[in-house]
């Protein structure tokens, strides 16, 4: 058996997952912290047999097990990030809580740790569940620091309780603050990005898509007759092209104007595309012509989809006011591969001229 790589290890044990990834890094930052400051804080008393350290020592590492898989499948069981840093949040509270009560001359170390529980839990929570994670946390342990003060005041000195209340509830309420002013900016950044986001999508479409008939642009098909002659293929067979061009558009929109000359654009657009077969490409390339390039294509299966675009764009309403019905002329040439394919275009783009002299509404092929 080959022996499991590093990365193939830390994908077994953090997931493939992004976000998962890094939440189960966190987890893993969580689990370090409190090893190192709860084997400090009451490694030697546990090894020692003092069964409070031995049971917070337990506590903390069934805690830590138990949010493991809670964050690896928290998604598949509908569990929120916020609910599981939420979760995590009390528990670690709890852990802060007891250390204190029972940490004796060292207690002080694990008030420390408090505000740095809002920090880790800035990144799930929102700034309102955020502050009210703070106000539990200083009422749980003001709450502990009082009773303490109260029943035991020679190894709690209420004065000295006081100044430690006053020291973690000023830290706490600085770093949520200031972790607050952190998560309206990240909100404020993601929404930036979206939006940056959306507008490179728009930009994007603008870039390859006529707007208008909503047909690839010329841009556009000039890349795709430029990746097309890249691959330039003999085994795939044969690449046409033709030159469409929509008959009379100039006395469509003299007579009826340019809104309805744009109706009919749209229209013939729609029932050309609808002819498309996979991997066919239909663009506008200029005005009222369009180009169409059809790859793995025999001239007679070339012309066989422009008959039926003919057919389509024949069957359109004629635009309001119009007694002639829409048609249009194409030039048909077949790609050699010893040429390159603007020559291609070239000679479809004369053979609709000769379309057109011979009477229009037809496809001569070159």
């Not at 809002?118 to 342990?141: G, K």
Request: glycine share 8%; hydrophobic share 50%; net charge positive.
């Amino acid at each position: 058996m080959s022996m499991i790589t590093r990365h193939e290890a830390a994908r077994m044990l953090f997931g493939a997952d992004r976000k998962l990834h890094r939440m189960l890094q966190y987890w893993a930052g969580t689990a370090i912290m409190y090893t190192i400051v709860i084997g400090m804080l009451f490694g030697p008393a546990a090894l020692a047999g003092q069964p409070q350290a031995r049971a917070i020592c337990l506590y903390v590492a069934a805690g830590v097990a138990v949010f493991y898989p809670l964050v690896r499948i928290g998604t598949r069981i509908g569990l929120a990030p916020t609910i599981l840093a939420g979760l995590q949040g009390i528990f670690s509270i709890s852990c802060h809580v007891w250390g204190y009560s029972i940490a004796g001359p060292l207690r002080g170390a694990t008030l420390v740790g408090l505000p740095v529980i809002v920090v880790f839990c800035v990144f799930a929570l929102r700034p309102r569940q955020t502050l009210m994670l703070t106000a539990f946390n200083l009422s749980v342990m003001g709450g502990t620091m009082w009773w303490h003060a109260a029943h035991d005041p020679l190894h709690f000195p209420p004065a000295a309780e006081a100044v430690n209340f006053v020291f973690v509830a000023v830290a706490s309420l600085a770093v949520t603050l200031l972790t607050g002013e952190m998560s309206k900016l990240r909100a404020r950044l993601k929404t930036q990005k979206d939006e940056l986001l959306t507008a490179l999508d728009t930009i994007r479409t603008l870039a390859t898509i006529d707007e208008l008939t909503k047909l690839a642009n010329r841009r556009h098909m000039n890349e795709l007759l430029a990746q097309e002659e890249r691959r330039r293929d003999a085994a795939r067979g044969p690449t046409c092209i033709a030159v469409l061009d929509i008959d009379f558009f100039k006395r469509i929109n003299d007579s009826f104007g340019h809104a309805a000359g744009d109706s009919v654009l749209r229209d013939f657009a729609q029932a050309t595309r609808a002819e498309l077969r996979e991997g066919d490409a239909l663009a506008r390339w200029g005005g009222e012509e369009f180009l169409l390039m059809l790859p793995n294509t025999t001239p007679a299966n070339a012309r066989a989809v422009l008959e039926r675009m003919r057919a389509r764009v024949a069957a359109l309403e004629p635009c309001d006011g119009a007694t002639e019905r829409v048609s249009f002329s194409a030039g048909l040439s077949i790609w050699h591969p010893d040429e390159p394919i603007a020559e291609t275009v070239n000679r479809a783009d004369k053979a609709l001229y000769a379309a057109k002299v011979a009477g229009r509404n037809r496809v001569i092929e070159a």
